[in-house]
């Protein structure tokens, strides 16, 4: 399997649809999906690519490389709470200002230190 092919399955896994809604998504078929996915090194056309990636949310370069397109910020210490801020995201406005402030309290107190 390319790296390629593992960063797909799991940007996939990660937004949590089988291969064949996956597709759909794209708008390709779900035989399509399975040769980027498989161990035929296959890699899509330039503008699948930029569909697949738009559906993951993700660059087409980060598929193909592992690295993003002009990365001014170093995100990878950001994944780690990449289901934290989608459990965050779902929440109301005035749970999210009282969680704000008692994480800025707590980052206060760790910047003094």
């Given at each position: ?9 799991s ?47 993700v ?55």
């Amino acid at each position: 399997m390319t790296d390629f092919s593992k960063r797909l399955r799991s940007e996939i896994e990660y937004i949590g649809l089988n291969q064949k809604e996956f597709a759909a998504k794209v708008g390709i078929s779900k035989r399509a999906l399975e040769t980027y996915l498989g161990a035929q090194q296959s890699i899509p056309s330039a503008d699948v690519a930029v569909k697949i990636a738009a559906v993951l949310g993700v660059s087409v370069e980060y598929l193909v490389t592992g690295k993003e397109y002009k990365q001014t910020v170093d995100i990878s210490k950001y994944l780690q709470f990449r289901d934290l801020l989608d459990n965050l995201a779902i929440l109301p406005e005035e749970t999210l200002e009282t969680i704000k402030v008692v994480i800025e309290a707590f980052a206060d107190s760790e910047r003094k230190k």
